[in-house]
Nanobody, 125 residues
Framework: VQLQASGGGLVQPGGSLRLSCAASGFSMNNWAVAWFRQAPGKEREGVSCVTNSDRMTNYAPSVKGRFTVSRDDGENTVYLQMNSLEPDDTAVYYC???????????????????WGQGTQVTVSS
């Protein structure tokens, strides 16, 4: 069971990035998937989550309206489209997954069983 997060990089304020979370060794099609981030000196923060079958999504207030989470079950991959990026979005971003049940996801890290290795996002001019 592995999750691979990718797509991070350096972007200017106002720019966009799309993160990917690809699963291997298992199918996460029926599992909830969430994105978390952790900036230096700060606690881990839940950013967004999507339920199985892409039925429902949830966002932290700090990213709502700017970030969009989606999933491609055929590719066994979940995406996080990040627009209008701000310096405060700078962090290492992690994806995580767990079988939380139908149409349910949370932004609580302890609810998730499997984690990717993280990808760095830096927003700076």
């Amino acid at each position: 069971v592995q999750l691979q997060a990718s797509g991070g990089g350096l972007v200017q304020p106002g720019g966009s990035l799309r993160l990917s979370c690809a699963a291997s060794g298992f199918s996460m099609n029926n599992w909830a998937v969430a994105w978390f981030r952790q900036a230096p000196g700060k606690e881990r923060e839940g950013v967004s989550c999507v339920t199985n079958s892409d039925r429902m999504t949830n966002y932290a207030p700090s990213v709502k309206g700017r970030f969009t989470v989606s999933r491609d079950d055929g590719e066994n991959t979940v995406y996080l489209q990040m627009n209008s990026l701000e310096p405060d979005d700078t962090a290492v971003y992690y994806c995580a997954t767990a079988p939380l049940g139908a149409w349910y996801c949370t932004l609580k890290g302890s609810d998730y069983d499997y984690w990717g290795q993280g990808t760095q996002v830096t927003v700076s001019s």
